[in-house]
Each structure stands twice: as C-alpha cells, then as structure tokens.
C-alpha cells in the first residue's frame, strides 16, 4: 500500500522542522518562539498525514518568556530517541540558553529543562553513538574572532546525558561547504556504514538558505567536504519561484529502509511571505556514499508517493484542515492554539452554553507587552475566518475581536467597542483606522477574508453579512517587510481600554472557525506537479 504526500505536509508557520523514526512511528517538532505552549509535536505513521499530539513546553517553568520579542524565545529544537526515552534540545534565547527536556511518551509530560553549562551558540542537537555515547552538536561564533556577520562554526562535544553536562574538549569541526559562508547551522549528526554525516544550513534562512553536508570516519573529524554541495537548495530558482528559502534538513531512515528529509521552505506570493516558513518532505537516496534529494528533480515537489500504509489520524488537531470551534460546548482548548509570551492564569476560561471568555488587558498592543490574543496559525493564503462576539456583556471601555497578527508593529484587527465595529491596520508601529460602523446585534459575527495579499471584512447584524471593506493590502503583514522569523497567525483579542477600571472584565466568544478558500488550495498546489 501506498499513500500521497503533499506539500508542505504541515503548511503554515511550522518552521526549523526536527524529525525522528520509533519504529512505525515519526515525530516532528518545529521552533516557536515567543507564542506559548512552546514547540508543537506532530506525529503520522505514514508520512502524509499528521496530527499534533500536543506541546513539548506548556510550563511557565518549562518555558520562561518574559519581555522576549516575537522572534525571539525559541529557536530551532531537535527531537531524538534513545533507549526508551525522547529527547528534545532547544535553546531559549530569551531566558536560560540551550537545554534538554525529556519524556517517555511524546504526548508528555516533558521533564523540567536541563540547561547544559558551557553550550554557547544556538542550534543544537544530540546524537547517541553506536558506543552508547551522546554528543552534543552546536554553533557559536567563530571562536578566533568573527571576520563577517554569520562567521559561525558548527562544533562537537561529548555530552554526558544523565548529568546533562558537557565532558571532554569542544572541537570545533566545519564552518561551512563554501568559502566565506555565513550561518553554516542546523546541524545534525548522522553515522550510516563506516561515515558520520554531518548535515547543516548555509546562508541565512532566507534567499540563500540551502543544505549542505560534510563526512567523516571519525566523529570528531576531520570532515571531508562534498564536492557538489549545496545538495538542496532553491536559492538558483530566482525570486518569482513559488518556494523559497528551502533548508535547515532533518534525514531519516522509514521502518522500510527509506530515506527521506524535512526540511523548511516558504510559499511566496510576489515576493511576500505571510504564512512563515513550513515544513517539507523530499526524498533521499544515496549515492557514491553522501545523500541525494530529490534525485532527477531537483528541487521540492508538490507530492510524495510514500511505501507506507495509509494512516487515519486519531486527533483532532490536524494542520491544514478547517477548523470550526463552538466554544459554548467545548470543556477545553486544542494544543494547536496559541498564546503570546507567558499567559495570565486567569486569560480566558471556557462556560458551557455560554462561550470562550477572553479577559481583557489594560496593556496596549506593543512590544513585549501582556496581550489578551489566542490563536492558530494562518495555514493558507486564502481563508475566512469568522467569531461571533456577545456584545451584551462587553463592558463600556472594552473592545474585542478578531486579529491577522504577525507582530504587534504589523497586524490587522477587527474590534468592537461601544456598540462600534472598528477595522485598523498597524504598519511599522502606526495605526491607521480603515473604517467604522454600527454593531447592533447581540451576537455580532465578525469575518476577515484573505485572498493572498489583500483582505477583506465583514459583519452580520442580525441576518445580514455585510461587507465593511475590502482591498485591504496585508504585504506589510510579511517576513519580507515585517521581519523576524514567524509566520501570522489569526485569532481573538480583547483590550480594556478604560485605565481607571480595577476588577477584570472579560469579552466572550461563542465560535471560531478557519476555512479555506477553494482559490487558496490551488494556490498552495504551486510547484513540481509529480515524485518523478
């Protein structure tokens, strides 16, 4: 039997992708920076079809995020398996560096973190030898002095893993395929027949990221260049290819002898890129003794025939499908939403027959600040999203509603308040308002539409949709212009604008749901149309 996997297989803002083989069993995990519970875990048998089991840090003591910036806090995890045990190492740039978390089963519970004194840099990943040994592999600044931003090497050290401490001398063992590379990281060590491959990123994570490889018989080194690096990139594509920035590649050996590699990519739309970078799947087979992706083609696919048997998901939280959410009869959130930074205990709370109530913050939509926002990551570039607000108990001063959010200097957001329905656009820390009309229904349904790089929105009052405005340019909501590493995310905010005001005062939502466009899923189609 065989199934198709399509790409991206988990679509939207699931970038820096780590993936590791149990058996019949893959799970992947991807970087998450500021948002809150850190670093989604996926899980498919077949390669194809995936669910997201839940988070590696849903801890306040696990994952510490006060004042971190959007792009900052978590950075590229790698998950491994040992001896009945799952692995996962990350660095936290905000608080604490690189550590360790552990697990038996990858739903979790995740043990505290072990922060590894002396593990300087960011990227790290584990590789447990054939000897029982672990090592630790890293990237830091060249330790002679940087010549140029992103002068790196990427380094090994022996790690001692029930200690969770580094033993032995730091080696530091490649700098890059290329003369005069900047950001050789991402690394992951591998050792197949008499080799160890060590596999990393060049170039930065955008335009020019690509994936590179290097080899040795020892693990230490030295380690012997391959001649045709880079062995994956889109980086020679030109800027109107419809993927882009492919690199940062996790290998993997399926329970049937197959090769095959994750790695990130972004679907650009005119150069803009508002659903972050994504997680890819490609092929490998080996020749001459290194990896060769992709092989005949060349560049990603649109779609994968797998050597698997097909596997229905057990969970709800699939990436890529609809989503629909009637709050007044759930008794729980999904682990795919998110909050920013550390959220407040008391951020929202669930009542049946009544809703998801939001508190709302005294805080303003700025940097590093608290934010009543809980979201799902934009997974197309076409959708509408929709909530419907009570308004009946929304306190005089508040305003709640829905937000197309890539960070608190670039966001859409559609708000209610006394009895108004509001629409502002933020660029570069400037709020600019858009339109505003009555809200006169107890239940008012708000929906934001994305058709690639414009939006529009709506309100029904009472029977009614009725459109406010349209043609909204988002291409400001992009990496490309916004910066950072996130892709946006969508979902619902509440503020209490009333300074004065002591007790809390809460915003209730009764649903949410998150389609796709039809025009979006031939869109997201974009690419090598065939697994040649």
């Not at 308004?391 to 209610?416: C, K, P, S």
Request: with cysteine.
């Amino acid at each position: 039997m065989t199934v198709i996997a399509k790409n991206p297989i988990l679509p939207g803002f699931y970038p820096d992708p780590s993936i590791c083989a149990v058996g019949d069993d893959y799970y992947i995990v991807n970087s998450s920076f500021a948002y809150f519970p850190g670093l989604p875990i996926m899980h498919s048998r077949d390669l194809a079809h995936w669910e997201q089991i839940g988070n590696v840090l849903t801890t306040d003591s696990q994952l510490p995020l006060e004042d971190a910036g959007v792009s900052r806090g978590l950075f590229a995890p790698t998950i491994r398996y040992n001896k009945g045990t799952f692995y996962v190492i990350c660095t936290n740039v905000s608080a604490g560096g690189n550590f360790v978390v552990t697990a038996t089963d990858p739903k979790g519970p995740w043990s505290e973190p072990h922060y590894i004194i002396g593990a300087d840099g960011i990227d790290p990943s584990l590789f447990f030898d054939d000897d029982g040994k672990c090592y630790y592999i890293g990237t830091h600044p060249n330790p002679d002095g940087c010549k140029y931003d992103g002068d790196w090497y990427i380094y090994i050290q022996e790690l001692d893993i029930e200690n969770f401490c580094l033993i032995g001398e730091k080696e530091n063992v490649w700098n890059g395929a290329m003369k005069g590379i900047h950001w050789p990281e991402g690394p992951h060590l591998y050792k197949v027949g008499e080799y160890y491959y060590l596999l990393h990123a060049e170039g930065g994570t955008g335009p020019e990221h690509a994936v590179c490889v290097a080899r040795s018989r020892n693990v230490f080194g030295p380690y012997e260049n391959n001649f045709v690096n880079p062995i994956f990139t889109h980086r020679h594509l030109g800027q109107r290819y419809p993927i882009r920035y492919v690199g940062h590649a996790d290998m993997f050996c399926t329970s049937k002898g197959d090769w095959y590699m994750v790695m990130l990519a972004v679907r650009s739309i005119n150069g803009f890129t508002t659903i972050g970078r994504e997680t890819f799947l490609a092929r490998v087979v080996w020749e001459n003794g290194w990896p060769l992706v992709n092989a005949g083609i060349g560049v990603l696919t649109k779609e994968l025939i797998i050597d698997l048997p097909e596997y229905e998901q057990e969970y709800a939280s699939i990436p890529g499908d609809d989503k629909a959410y009637d709050f007044t009869s759930l008794t729980q959130l999904g682990p795919e939403f998110l909050a920013l930074r550390n959220p407040d205990a008391d951020l929202y709370r669930l009542e049946r027959n009544q809703g998801l109530f939001i508190k709302c913050s005294h805080d303003p939509i700025a940097p590093v600040k608290k934010l009543s926002y809980l979201s799902i990551r934009q997974e197309s570039h076409s959708f509408e999203a929709t909530s419907m607000l009570y308004t009946d108990n929304l306190y005089a001063g508040a305003a709640a509603g829905l937000m197309l959010f890539q960070n608190e200097n670039y966001h859409l957001r559609i708000e209610i308040s006394n009895g108004i329905c509001y629409v502002y656009q933020v660029r570069n820390g400037e709020e600019k308002l858009l339109i505003a009309d009555r809200a006169e229904s107890t239940n008012v349904m708000l929906m934001l539409v994305v058709t690639g790089l414009t939006a529009a929105v709506l309100i029904r009052n009472e029977k009614e949709m009725k459109p406010l405005i349209k043609n909204i340019d988002i291409s400001s909501l992009s990496t490309e212009v916004a910066g950072g590493f996130v892709g946006c995310t969508v979902g619902l905010y509440a503020r209490d604008l009333d300074a004065d005001r002591k007790d809390p005062v809460y915003a209730c939502f009764r649903t949410f749901t998150y389609n796709q466009l039809v025009s979006s899923r031939k869109e997201d189609a974009a690419g090598r149309s065939g697994d040649e």
